[in-house]
């Protein structure tokens, strides 16, 4: 039986499985993160005012269990077609960048607060948002066009095989790093020119401040190993 499967089918099985129990892993994170700031949504989200930010903010908080849903069900499904595997994959990853692109609102939202919402503040991140925006959906849209996939032999191999695609998606990870510096800058400018006039204690100011660059610490982390990952690895083991 060993000799008529070939060597590599059986380590991109391998692969996949190591992929599946990440993904596993992660969505147990996922749940955690969730359940932790569970109680703060409820006491200070859900009866407040309805608004636009508050919609994003329920979008980006739930999405991403459907996301991850929709990733589960393509490694866990058996008998998938190389056509179904594709849309699959397809749609999950432009629901992943759609919850990525409500992040990146709100961030630019907490951004323009931080300056006061000054005018040339609010125009400089609405092009730039726009920018980088339209600039990584080409990008997602051409790397979703060269992937080609195929399926486990045998119906009871749950899973798709990514044979081919193009590794210039990782040009959008250095799009968010470029975006996220922009905004650190922006961040650590504004904390130090209120601190400058405003001695002691800011309160929630100084909250907004220090998490802006704790999240940029750890996104620019994430991003650039993201980025090592694509550039790095064969094709089909993406």
Not at 168 to 191: D, R
Not at 207 to 215: E, N, R, T, V, Y
Request: glycine share 6%; with cysteine.
């Amino acid at each position: 039986m060993d000799e008529l499967v070939p060597v590599d089918l059986i380590a991109e099985f391998q692969r996949s499985r190591v992929k599946t129990y990440l993904r596993f892993a992660a969505t147990s994170v996922l749940v955690y993160d969730y359940l932790l700031t569970l109680d703060y949504e409820v006491n200070l989200m859900w009866p407040s005012r309805l608004s636009i930010i508050k919609l994003l903010y329920f979008y980006t908080r739930y999405s991403a269990f459907f996301d991850v849903g929709m990733i589960v069900y393509y490694q866990m499904k058996t008998d998938l077609s190389a056509v179904e595997c594709k849309r699959i994959y397809m749609i999950a990853s432009w629901l992943v960048v759609a919850g990525i692109i409500v992040a990146e609102v709100i961030l630019m939202v907490r951004t323009w607060a931080l300056w006061e919402r000054g005018k040339r503040i609010g125009i400089f991140l609405v092009a730039l948002s726009t920018a980088a925006i339209v600039v990584a959906s080409v990008i997602e849209g051409l790397y979703l066009k060269t992937l080609a996939f195929t399926s486990f032999p045998g119906s009871e191999t749950p899973g798709c095989l990514l044979i081919g695609g193009n590794p210039t998606i990782g040009v959008n990870f250095i799009i968010i790093i470029l975006v996220e510096t922009a905004v650190l800058i922006l961040t650590v400018t504004a904390g130090v020119q209120r601190f400058r006039f405003a001695r002691g204690s800011q309160g929630l100011a100084s909250k907004l401040h220090h998490d802006g660059i704790m999240f940029y610490i750890f996104l620019f982390a994430i991003s650039l190993a993201n980025f090592v990952v694509v550039l790095t690895i064969p094709v089909g083991n993406s």
